[in-house]
Each structure stands twice: as structure tokens, then as C-alpha cells.
């Protein structure tokens, strides 16, 4: 049976595990986080996380776009759909950021409601391909866990930090 293109993935090499432990924006402590995200308009705000996700809920916000996959720190989490929004899937595995994945986040992107991806596998690297293809202006909250979370405002500085990271990512194809 032929390889399927969408079997391709981006593999985290091992270097860059340190780099990308580090956060990519602003880091928002535990204790500020409800004060940070009422700041920040659903149509304006993309979620990469279970826990990020649900305390946008709690807050009553409503994100543009949600990646879970119902794992906190490899725990598994109570299934906690946003309301009014499509649900996707996609497949992406632990340390990878696969072109089904990616292939995903465009889809949601150019919706014009608010989506949810499931991913099955883990989304932690998925906020490379957000920041990539997200639009200028729209906020990215991610967790890093027993911190907070990290705000992210897409613009072009940031793209181009974040597409030299992915660039050192190893092509590969996955089972």
C-alpha cells in the first residue's frame, strides 16, 4: 500500500524539547490568568489546551478556535465541548505536528463560527502551525503547566520567530 500524504508529519527534533519548554510570548502566572483572558474577545481568541479551554468557558468566552485532546499534563480530562461551535478531528501523535493536523487548523481558520479540533494523539505543537497561519491581530493562549499560560498576538515578528523553529523539524511519515 502506497504512503498517504496524510500520514506526513513535522517530528520535534530533540534539540529544540528546551527551547520549545520555554514559552513563546508573554507567560501570564496561574493567579492572573481569569484577569488576562476577560481582556481578550472570543472572535479574537484561539485556545491551544484542555485546561486553557475550560477556563475560557468558565470565563464565559467563547474562542474562535479550541485545540483539545482531552489530556492535561497526560492525564485524561472529562470530555468539555464549547457551546455553539463545529467540532473537527485530526490525528497528530506526540511530538509531532502532522500535515492532517495542519490540514485541520486551515479548515477552522477560514470558518466563519467557531470551531473545536479533537485531536487525537496530544496538541502541545500545535500552536506552531496557529501562529503560522493565523491572522495578524488574533490572541493564541496556550497552558504551561504549573506556570499559567502564554499569550501569543500574532504579527509578522512572531511568525518568522516561530517558522524558524518549525523549520528545524524533521519530515518524516508516521504510522
Given at each position: 500500500m502506497p504512503l498517504s500524504y496524510t500520514r506526513l508529519a513535522w517530528v520535534l527534533p530533540d534539540h529544540l524539547r528546551g527551547v520549545l519548554a520555554e514559552?513563546?510570548?508573554?507567560?501570564?502566572?496561574?493567579?492572573?490568568?481569569?484577569?488576562?483572558?476577560?481582556?481578550?474577545?472570543?472572535?479574537?481568541?484561539?485556545?491551544?489546551?484542555?485546561?486553557?479551554?475550560?477556563?475560557?468557558?468558565?470565563?464565559?468566552?467563547?474562542?474562535y478556535l479550541a485545540l483539545i485532546d482531552g489530556r492535561t499534563e497526560r492525564r485524561r480530562l472529562p470530555e468539555q465541548p464549547l457551546p455553539s461551535a463545529r467540532t473537527l478531528?485530526?490525528?497528530?501523535?506526540?511530538?509531532?505536528?502532522?500535515?492532517?493536523?495542519?490540514?485541520?487548523?486551515?479548515?477552522?481558520?477560514?470558518?466563519?463560527?467557531?470551531?473545536?479540533?479533537?485531536?487525537?494523539?496530544?496538541?502541545?505543537?500545535?500552536?506552531?502551525?496557529?501562529?503560522?497561519?493565523?491572522?495578524?491581530?488574533?490572541?493564541?493562549?496556550?497552558?504551561?503547566?504549573?506556570k499559567g499560560v502564554v499569550k501569543l498576538m500574532v504579527d509578522s515578528t512572531l511568525r518568522q520567530s516561530v517558522l524558524n523553529i518549525f523549520k528545524q523539524f524533521n519530515l518524516a511519515f508516521y504510522e
Open positions: 514559552p513563546l510570548g508573554e507567560l501570564i502566572p496561574s493567579h492572573l490568568v481569569d484577569s488576562a483572558m476577560n481582556q481578550i474577545s472570543g472572535d479574537e481568541l484561539i485556545v491551544v489546551g484542555d485546561v486553557v479551554s475550560a477556563t475560557a468557558m468558565k470565563l464565559g468566552i467563547s474562542p478531528k485530526a490525528h497528530n501523535p506526540p511530538g509531532t505536528i502532522t500535515l492532517e493536523a495542519v490540514c485541520t487548523i486551515m479548515q477552522a481558520l477560514t470558518r466563519v463560527d467557531h470551531s473545536i479540533i479533537a485531536i487525537e494523539g496530544e496538541e502541545d505543537l500545535l500552536t506552531i502551525p496557529v501562529v503560522l497561519l493565523a491572522r495578524n491581530g488574533v490572541n493564541i493562549v496556550y497552558g504551561q503547566p504549573g
